[in-house]
């Protein structure tokens, strides 16, 4: 997702400056990164990544100069996962662009998704991405509870990517999701999930950890109602000791559940990208803490 002028005019008000002080006094700080394995394959993955969907749409200088700033911060705050699709209009070709421009790919999780089990699509996602292999191709808006995984998972025997994975950000697939998980146990899935929308705690959060499917969590800021909610506000004192922005509040409540594997906010602000990344250092919030965090939010 993109939180474009709605973070930035927030953090303005908040006081941006303040802020990055913080984040990178954090990251200092605090050097290990927080890592979370993979759960088919215990490989360790950076627990803060990069969403792309509406934030490099346009394939121009202005956008590729912004994609190759957000993917240092990206690496630059211990991160690696890139998530991205076939139908985020231009996101593909300026992430592949940039990335082969920049010699990054061994340094990046590569992530995208298909609307469909069609050959001709992910060729043409190969192709932009400028990458002979993925590491999580994604089933991308599953709707259907009897949609399979077939072509995913001979592309994946044929070692075309090492994951794969479904995705839907609407609650009202989630009984397709989860017929779907339960039977097909791919990889990983992908929901939204934000401090605001706990309802994937209830239904999918449970179901992955049952069929080892390791989860990433879109949306996490609540399509920025969370940035609307708390502007103006200050961050409590007790959460303090835990975050040092308000986007790292709402990180690490998600990241606090060990059965979220990675958070994917996006966007096209490399200081954003830093702040995101610092939810990766630090302690999290106990569960007494997230119970508090779960009553404060409610009551915005």
Request: proline residues 5%.
């Amino acid at each position: 997702m993109t939180i474009g002028m709605t973070r930035r005019n927030f953090a303005l008000a908040a006081g941006a400056a303040g802020s990055a002080v913080l984040t990178w006094r954090a990251l200092a700080q605090t050097p290990a990164v927080l890592t979370r394995a993979i759960p088919s394959s215990g490989e360790k993955l950076p627990a803060v990544g990069l969403g792309t969907a509406q934030v490099f749409n346009t394939n121009d200088e202005a956008i590729r100069q912004k994609a190759a700033a957000v993917l240092r911060a990206l690496i630059a705050g211990g991160g690696s996962l890139v998530d991205t699709a076939s139908v985020y209009g231009d996101a593909e070709a300026v992430i592949g662009g940039v990335m082969t421009l920049a010699r990054l790919r061994g340094k990046l999780f590569i992530a995208t998704k298909l609307e469909s089990p069609d050959a001709a699509e992910l060729k043409r996602s190969l192709s932009r991405l400028q990458t002979q292999k993925l590491d999580l191709l994604q089933f991308h808006n599953v709707r259907e509870p009897q949609a399979s995984l077939a072509q995913f998972k001979d592309w994946k025997a044929q070692g075309i990517c090492r994951y794969i994975g479904i995705t839907s950000t609407r609650h009202g697939d989630f009984p397709a999701i989860e017929a779907v998980l339960g039977r097909e146990k791919p990889d990983f899935v992908q929901i939204d999930y934000s401090l605001d929308d706990r309802e994937a705690e209830k239904r999918i959060l449970p179901l992955a950890a049952e069929v080892k499917a390791g989860v990433l969590t879109a949306l996490p800021f609540g399509r920025a109602r969370l940035f609307r909610a708390v502007r103006g506000k200050e961050l409590p004192e007790w959460a303090r000791g835990f975050a040092g922005s308000w986007g790292q509040f709402f990180l690490k409540y998600l990241l606090s559940d060990p059965r979220v594997t990675a958070v994917i906010p996006g966007t096209a602000d490399a200081a954003h990208m830093t702040d995101n990344a610092g939810a990766m250092h630090g302690p999290l919030p106990d569960p007494d803490q997230r119970k508090q965090m779960v009553a404060f939010v409610d009551t915005l």
